[in-house]
């Protein structure tokens, strides 16, 4: 006896590697996670609510190549993973491979740029290695849920480390007096210290940082991590993501003289 159509539908849709990505076409919408005091990646206007910054000129593009609207979802790094499992979300850019989140995600295996892990002290405070940060009378300021957190655990065990729902919060605890050092990626100091707060240092060993694409972990999003790779391969090789980057860094008038001659994003 022959099944009805409709009871071999799930099963051939799980099959499809194409499903997922053919779903968020169908929808006309993707969903991507944007995050309140990350600049220059995300960039929210007070007053009218528009999100700008070189994450949505990447995610724009994206949106343009499947041919749908982006829907930005506002959220935090530290419930990403929450987000991907609540359906919230689409596709997350910016992102770090870490071992947790990557129980429940999908990681592309090539960044879209390489940056490093930098520390932002109070004016004047320079330090040179990660040896010397890894003090007991050291105060360091990680977010909440990110990969800065597994760093700074695995390289300061001796420091006094706190974690924080966000960006701006460290940066208070910072500015307060209330810490030595806040764990940013190099670029995200470089940011901060363009608009006047702390100084920035880059510790040896430099410690290079990878940021990525995820999806949700689920059946049929083979076909959605192809597209997305290829992308990624296709904005590199033609110098596309150097570009955006670079005006994106130059639009907020950051100083990338701290850097070594021979770092490549």
Request: net charge negative; proline share 7%.
């Amino acid at each position: 006896m022959c099944l009805p159509l409709l009871a071999l539908t799930p099963a051939h849709a799980a099959d499809d590697p194409a499903a997922v990505l053919n779903d968020i076409r169908a929808s006309g919408v993707l969903r991507v996670p944007v995050m309140i005091g990350e600049e220059p990646g995300y960039i929210k206007d007070r007053s009218t609510g528009a999100w700008s910054g070189y994450y949505m000129v990447f995610l724009q593009s994206i949106a343009d190549d499947l041919g749908v609207k982006l829907q930005p979802v506002e959220t935090s790094w530290g419930n990403l993973a929450a987000d991907f499992q609540a359906h919230k979300i689409d596709v997350a850019i910016g992102v770090n491979p870490n071992p947790q989140r990557a129980l429940v995600v999908d990681y592309l295996s090539v960044p879209i740029f390489s940056d490093a892990w930098a520390i932002l002290t109070p004016k004047g405070a320079h330090e040179t290695s990660w040896a010397a940060l890894n003090n007991p009378a050291k105060r360091i300021v990680v977010q909440t849920g990110s990969t800065m957190q597994i760093v700074a655990h695995a390289l300061l065990p001796d420091a006094q480390v706190t974690s924080v729902a966000d960006r701006p919060t460290a940066l208070l605890e910072l500015q307060s007096g209330r810490a030595d050092g806040v764990l940013l990626s190099i670029l995200d100091a470089l940011d901060v210290h363009a608009r006047g707060v702390g100084d920035v240092s880059l510790p040896r060993p430099i410690l290079l940082n990878p940021a990525t694409l995820c999806v949700a972990r689920q059946p049929g999003n083979a076909g959605l991590l192809n597209f997305l790779t290829t992308w990624v391969e296709q904005e590199r090789s033609l110098g596309l993501a150097q570009s955006t980057l670079a005006h994106g860094w130059t639009s907020r008038g950051i100083d990338l003289s701290v850097l070594p001659p021979d770092f490549t994003f």
